[in-house]
């Protein structure tokens, strides 16, 4: 039982320090995807549009 009193906090801590990461990394896409002039679309691996930014709004598209 004390050896698993002793591991939780270290599991608590790289999970909090995960949950960090994944803000940071969030923040850093947001501010390109804001800043970019260029048109930038995120998809996820089923080729779904997850996240644009307005310059990709105003590419024209060509359906024909």
Same mark, same amino acid.
């Given at each position: 039982?004390?050896?698993f009193?002793?591991?939780?906090?270290?599991?608590?801590?790289?999970?909090? $320090?995960?949950?960090? #990461?994944?803000? %940071?990394? /969030?923040?850093?896409?947001?501010?390109?995807?804001? &800043?970019?002039?260029?048109?930038?679309?995120?998809?996820?691996? $089923?080729?779904?549009? #997850?996240?644009? %930014?307005? /310059?990709y709004?105003?590419?024209?598209?060509?359906? &024909?």
């Amino acid at each position: 039982m004390a050896m698993f009193t002793q591991t939780l906090p270290f599991l608590y801590t790289k999970y909090i $320090y995960k949950l960090i #990461q994944k803000h %940071n990394t /969030a923040d850093a896409l947001s501010s390109i995807l804001e &800043s970019a002039y260029e048109g930038i679309a995120v998809v996820d691996e $089923y080729s779904i549009v #997850q996240e644009f %930014n307005e /310059a990709y709004k105003k590419i024209p598209y060509n359906i &024909s």
